[in-house]
């Protein structure tokens, strides 16, 4: 699996767009971008998941670069219950059913009120 | 519905003890992974369940780690001798399984928090 590079923290004001970048430049074409997010004392959360196109659903949007070599997670309106590490991760998508994560260390948003 | 319940949620053991983590998953979700996070750090697998399959263990740290499922419901994952560098908070996960291309997003529990002394 491809190895990702994130910051360790970044700051957004409650109300404003949070925009997470992750760095993935030796991704395999077969290869998909996963966001998973952890609330303190809690378990990880699915965000959301892509290829090549950019994703939205109800909690985010995904922006993925044409070249494939990095990712935007955008949460449009953060609230404070948005604060919380970010974990981005790039691995083929399974087609046996066994989606194993590893996550790494990810970003620590917080929302700032 | 219920979503993923772990127990206990907080276990303390003395160096040497053997420990049992209970995993109950959502119903219906065939899969069940088991994983590690030490404090301050990602996620480590440890392993995963899928019906009659035989398990992946790939990612058990040592022979004194195993892991147990009944059926396609409740999985315990037990520790045995425990030893400090244990310490840490034990997830379980669990999916539906869908295959030919659907995204089986995991389901976690809140975790057993384990301290040995």
């Known amino acids: 699996d491809a190895k990702t590079t994130q910051p360790t923290s970044m700051d957004c004001a409650e109300g404003r767009a949070a925009n997470l970048p992750c760095n993935h430049s030796t991704i395999s074409g077969n290869e998909y971008v996963y966001w998973y997010r952890q609330i303190h004392s809690q378990g990880p959360q699915y965000i959301i998941h892509?290829?090549?196109n950019n994703e939205t659903n109800e909690m985010a949007s995904l922006i993925i670069t044409e070249d494939r070599k990095s990712s935007t997670l955008i949460l449009p309106h953060a609230t404070l219950r948005d604060t919380a590490v970010y974990y981005c991760?790039?691995?083929?998508?399974?087609?046996?059913?066994?989606?194993?994560?590893?996550f790494g260390t990810g970003t620590r948003l917080t929302i700032i009120p | 519905g219920a979503g993923v319940s772990q127990s206990p949620s907080n276990k303390v053991t003395e160096k040497g003890k053997d420990v049992e983590l209970r995993c109950d998953p959502i119903?219906?979700?065939?899969?069940l992974y088991w994983y590690r996070q030490r404090l301050g750090q990602g996620l480590e697998f440890l392993i995963y369940f899928q019906g009659n399959s035989a398990p992946d263990k790939s990612g058990l740290p040592s022979d004194r780690f195993s892991a147990e499922r009944t059926g396609e419901s409740v999985s315990t994952l037990t520790i045995q001798r425990t030893q400090q560098e244990d310490s840490a908070v034990y997830l379980c996960?669990?999916?539906?399984?869908?295959?030919?291309?659907?995204?089986?997003?995991?389901?976690f529990g809140p975790g057993t928090r384990l301290t040995v002394l």
């Open positions: 996960a669990s999916s539906l399984y869908r295959t030919g291309g659907s995204y089986n997003e995991q389901f």
């Open positions: 892509g290829l090549k």
């Open positions: 991760i790039v691995r083929v998508a399974s087609n046996f059913g066994n989606e194993k994560l590893t």
């Open positions: 119903s219906g979700h065939t899969a």
